[in-house]
């Protein structure tokens, strides 16, 4: 085999091994937060991706936590109504710029 083939062969199984490897994992960001009010406490962290979308929103995929001392379990499905305020629906975005 003449080593011009060879060079080919093997920048063509290469290629073939790199267009077959899996996609990396999206990133993700984490977000320490907490909140007080007369009678009510929670902390915790939130889960987002790592970027933005155009209006520089991040979608929140994970939250941990606690309030008033009971474990924080999950988030609110995405356009369900917000508890207690049915007009309006859960859209599980945090914005770095304030107020949030």
């Not at 083939?5 to 290629?15: E, K, M, N, S």
């Not at 909140?35 to 929670?42: L, Q, T, V």
């Not at 994970?62 to 049915?86: F, H, M, W, Y």
Request: aromatic fraction near 8%; hydrophobic fraction near 45%; charge should be negative.
């Amino acid at each position: 085999m003449s080593p011009n083939l060879r060079l080919c062969l093997l920048v063509a199984l290469a290629a073939g091994i790199a267009g077959t490897a899996p996609a990396p994992a999206e990133a993700a960001r984490l977000w320490q937060w907490s909140y007080s009010a007369d009678g009510i406490s929670a902390s915790g962290t939130f889960t987002t991706n790592d970027a933005a979308d155009a209006a520089g929103f991040f979608l929140i995929t994970g939250i941990t936590g606690s309030r008033k001392g009971v474990a924080i379990t999950d988030l609110q499905p995405t356009g369900a109504p917000i508890p207690g305020n049915e007009l309006y629906a859960v859209d599980n975005l945090v914005s770095a710029a304030g107020p949030r």
